[in-house]
């Protein structure tokens, strides 16, 4: 277990409103990612982090923002939800000292309906 | 385009028999090949990597193969057990640090 959580693990909301999840851990991973996953399409990278205030955009970034404040928080906002945004949200961390760079953990994942 | 795909969604194999899921790749600028594992329910999990300048890596009951001449990925599993049946997913570490991931092979065992 690389003390990785994520909340809510489940969420039911409306087209328009804002919605934001968290990705919390708590062994000082340098790296920390938000991924989705859909049918078809295996993980895709959303934004990353590579360090506190410094973030940047993946593969399918439109519609999302990130912040990251502090080491152990990295937070995924939807500004105004849609139905292309239902899916299952990952974040992964990665860059503990001593650890592979390559090697992410990830978190049990949180579950986001739009109706 | 850059891709990470996979040749086949769903692998049967009987318990026992060695696992062999393949992969192909089309960007030749990525300095590392990862697999993951994911369960039912949860989080996909390492297992191994391979950087791009080897063409073979072992681990515990698991060897990946890297083919860089036809861009070709394969991870096998050795004596594959229930405990094996999972999506399989390869991927590829960027030089600028994004790992992008193919869209999963599925391994059922057969008892």
């Known amino acids: 277990d690389a003390g990785i959580t994520q909340s809510p693990r489940h969420k039911v909301t409306e087209t328009g409103t804002p919605v934001t999840l968290r990705c919390h851990q708590t062994?000082?991973?340098?790296?920390m990612y938000w991924y989705r996953q859909d049918p078809g399409h295996g993980l895709r990278l959303i934004h990353y982090?590579?360090?506190?205030?410094?973030?940047d955009k993946g593969e399918v970034s439109d519609g999302y923002s990130v912040s990251r404040s502090k080491t152990e928080d990295f937070l995924l906002t939807l500004e105004s939800a849609t139905s292309s945004q239902t899916s299952v949200y990952f974040c992964?961390?990665?860059?503990?000292?001593?650890?592979?760079?390559?090697?992410?953990?990830f978190g049990p994942g949180t579950r986001l309906t739009v109706l | 385009g850059e891709s990470v795909g996979l040749h086949l969604p769903t692998l049967s194999v009987q318990e026992g028999d060695n696992s062999i899921i393949n992969c192909a790749y089309s960007?030749?600028?990525?300095?590392?090949f990862i697999w993951y594992k994911q369960e039912s329910g949860k989080g996909p999990q390492f297992i191994i990597d391979i950087r791009s300048n080897m063409d073979k890596r072992q681990g515990q009951r698991v060897t990946v193969l890297l083919n860089k001449t036809v861009k070709h990925l394969s991870l096998q599993i050795a004596a594959t057990q229930p405990g094996d049946s999972a999506v399989y997913f390869c991927a590829e570490k960027r030089i600028d640090d994004k790992i992008i991931f193919g869209k999963g092979t599925r391994l059922h065992i057969l008892p």
């Open positions: 992964a961390i990665s860059g503990r000292l001593g650890d592979s760079r390559n090697e992410q953990f």
């Open positions: 982090s590579y360090g506190v205030k410094d973030t």
């Open positions: 062994e000082n991973h340098r790296y």
């Open positions: 960007n030749s600028a990525s300095d590392y």
